[in-house]
């Protein structure tokens, strides 16, 4: 029975993935859905991207063993992020009217920077993209360990997230969201209220959590904790922002007001609901004290069966059918936009500057094709990697941290800011963070040490950033205006 639902359910989001691609007529609609989505659709994708894998398996194992001091990039710092650019960003978004947040460093800082951060934007997708291809392989193996393999799982999940979103782009997204939102709220919460009823109820499951240390959000005592919290706050608050991912969220909706209201509603309610599946990991310890011993296995990715273990030995069939149908929702809703966002950028930043005449249809179809190269890509490393959801999100996001966003956020904000200095913040700041990444060490006694790479690399871009425009200016470019850049490539495609 089960088996029969989790196939219905994969071949009913692939069907109503495939009528998103009647939307599509354009490649403005693959990648922004023809910036037309209403409120509640905008919140959705908003909601149910950024509530991935990582949150439900990963996240949640992590808080009930260490507790909320070890979660400070997600949920904390993923649900700031969200707030700072409905209130910081999101109208700069908008009132560009570009298809990528790529094309914003082409007009601010020219082709050059607009290259380099592509690809670095692009290239932090691999492990976000990489942790939803994982937890898909982990949940189908757990559920049907005598069928397939890890690996073979991770393939299955792949092939389904890539045929939808390739013939649909973000309007099947769109329509995909609002399904796999209520099916993630609704499911969820189901299973937080039985499981909690199980473990002794609401408050008994609070009390003990408490008394365990685990609600305590700045238990360390030691330098090194401080700076590993405040280093995984950062890279998720800050590093996220300049991602394609947001910016086609933002641009997607009907309109400035919607833009910012989607965004900061959807990081709002992904900050509250973050904490259902911490409730429901930690219930599942009390239930069922052998669970944690998943936490001492030697391989890191252990933890993360401590939920789909539970639930798949302890209770009936028809929570299991909630559960699973809302874990494999929110992959399936990340895992797809994490595959179109550097499809888009990689294609219209990058690969565009060598393929300048195109007609629209061109475009569309290599946005396709470099969707399944991204794929694939992230597949392989998928069936490779050994490291935790968790930890495959953060380290993508060091590297839009790093070269990202100081110029994006100075290029708004700071009149003074040159293609000079961007090109400066990016030079200064990725030899720094590669170069302390091999010297980095959370047990040394050197406080320089213990520091994060990523938090050597962010000053360095700073400083960049505000050394090369102060200079004189060798490196001239002049700040274009998005809408004849927007003309321009209007014009290409149509020819």
């Known amino acids: 029975m089960l088996i029969a639902c989790v196939i219905a359910y994969m071949v009913g989001t692939l069907a109503l993935g495939a009528y998103g691609a009647r939307m599509v007529g354009s490649a403005k609609d693959f990648m922004v859905a023809g ?30 063993d260490q507790g909320l001091g070890f979660v400070s990039g997600d ?14 960003f999101a109208r700069t978004f908008y009132s560009l009217e570009l298809l990528t947040i790529g094309d914003y460093y082409h007009v601010r800082y020219g ?79 189901l299973v937080a209220y039985i499981l909690g009823e199980k473990a002794g109820g609401f408050q008994p499951v609070v009390a003990a959590a408490a008394q365990a240390g685990k609600l305590n959000l700045f238990p360390h005592v030691t330098t ?25 969220r933002v641009t997607s909706a009907r309109n400035e007001a919607t833009a910012r209201a ?20 930690f219930s599942a310890t009390m239930i069922d004290p052998a669970a944690a011993g998943h936490f001492a296995s030697e391989d890191a990715r252990e933890v993360q069966k401590v939920l789909p273990v539970l639930i798949l030995n302890q209770t009936p069939l028809w929570v299991q059918i909630l559960f699973f149908g809302a874990v494999l929702s929110a992959i399936l809703s990340t895992a797809s936009g994490t595959l179109l966002a550097p499809a888009s ?24 094709t470099m969707l399944v190269l991204v794929s694939i890509t992230a597949t392989t490393i998928a069936v490779n990697s050994e490291s935790t959801m968790y930890e495959m999100v953060e380290s993508g996001y060091k590297v839009t941290l790093v070269i990202a966003f100081v110029p994006l956020a100075f290029g708004i904000y700071w009149s003074k800011a040159t293609t000079q200095g961007a090109v400066f913040s990016i030079l200064f700041a990725l030899p720094v963070w590669l170069g302390t ?24 871009s700073i400083l960049g950033m505000i050394i090369g425009s102060s200079m004189p200016n060798w490196i001239k470019h002049v700040p274009r205006h998005p809408a ?8 290409v495609v149509s020819h």
């Open 224 to 248: 090194a904790a401080w700076l590993i919290f405040i280093g995984e706050f950062l890279t998720m608050a800050l590093g996220s922002i300049p991602q394609q991912d947001v910016f086609q």
């Open 437 to 460: 990444e091999f010297i980095h060490d959370e047990e040394s006694a050197n406080l320089w040490q213990v520091v994060p790479p990523q938090i050597y690399g962010l000053v360095a």
């Open 35 to 64: 910036r037309s989505l209403p409120l509640g659709m905008n919140f959705a994708c908003v909601f149910a991207t950024w509530f991935g894998a990582e949150t439900v398996l990963s996240v949640s194992a992590r808080f009930a």
């Open 484 to 491: 004849d850049l927007a003309q321009e490539r209007r014009s």
């Open 75 to 88: 949920p904390f710092g993923a649900s700031v992020c969200l707030v700072l650019v409905a209130i910081f």
């Open 262 to 281: 989607g965004t900061l509603f959807g990081g709002l309610f992904y900050f509250g609901f973050a904490f259902v599946p911490m409730f429901i990991a």
């Open 345 to 368: 950028i990689l294609t219209e930043n990058v690969l565009r500057q060598f393929t300048l005449n195109m007609s629209d249809n061109m475009l569309l179809w290599l946005v396709r």
């Open 111 to 189: 082709r050059f920077v607009e290259v380099l951060t592509s690809l670095g934007i692009a290239a932090s997708y691999m492990g976000w993209t990489t942790a939803q291809l994982s937890a898909f392989g982990l949940v189908i193996n757990v559920l049907f360990p005598e069928y397939v393999t890890l690996n073979q799982a991770i393939i299955i999940g792949a092939v389904i997230v890539t045929l939808y979103t390739f013939f649909g782009g973000m309007w099947s997204i769109a329509l995909t969201d609002v399904v796999q939102t209520v099916a993630i709220v609704i499911g969820l919460l």
